[in-house]
């Protein structure tokens, strides 16, 4: 009877990953270092923002079934109809102090180089999420 | 401020309750997987990532 050879232990290396992780962490660097209303602030949204969606709409999508009734879903359609409402009332009535609009809110919390680059490396996380969906 | 507070506290609320065993309520997740099952709505739910980014990076 002849001797088989051992089975191959198939291991994944992470170095794919790591090497993007580490790639969109320096991107983040960069882009954070820009702000706002400058042309390489919008190069770096649009660059990065172009780069998740080219990934989401190509990669194939992991077939997750939703859950039924789709009643199940109707608290949340009532909490974004209440965020849209409030956030939509306060830039219809000029976002001031009394009634800021989120992003007056979170102008002077994302000012700092080093906030904003956490954010906007947060920001292409939430979108790597949606693509690993 | 207070506002965005209540909005933010109700998420986390509706999320927990969510997860709990026999609940009827849907996950943030179980939303997403409805709504990105159609392409256009992949589509869709991307866009508005990047709006989201364009908005409070860019503009």
């Known amino acids: ?12 290396r992470p170095t794919r990953a790591i090497l993007a992780g580490f790639g969109a962490a320096g991107f983040a660097g960069v882009a954070g270092g820009f702000a706002s209303f400058t042309w390489q602030a919008t190069v770096c949204v649009m660059l990065g923002g172009a780069v998740i969606v080219l990934l989401g709409m190509l990669r194939p999508q992991r077939r997750r079934l939703a859950p039924t009734p789709r009643r199940g879903a109707l608290a949340w359609a009532i909490l974004a109809v209440g965020f849209l409402g409030w956030e939509g009332s306060a830039l219809v009535t000029g976002s001031g102090p009394s009634h800021p609009s989120l992003s007056l809110l979170l102008d002077p919390v994302l000012e700092p180089h080093a906030v904003r680059s956490v954010a906007f490396l947060g920001w292409l996380l939430g979108g790597w999420m949606l693509v690993r969906r | 401020m207070l506002g965005f507070a209540a909005l933010a506290l109700a998420a986390v609320a509706i999320e927990l309750a969510a997860r709990r065993p026999n609940s009827p309520l849907w996950t943030v997740g179980d939303c997403l997987a409805y709504i990105t099952r159609p392409r256009l709505g992949r589509l869709g739910v991307l866009l508005a990532w990047l709006w989201v980014g364009w908005h409070f990076f860019a503009r």
């Open chain 1, 1 to 12: 009877m002849a001797t088989q050879p051992p089975p191959v232990e198939v291991r994944r």
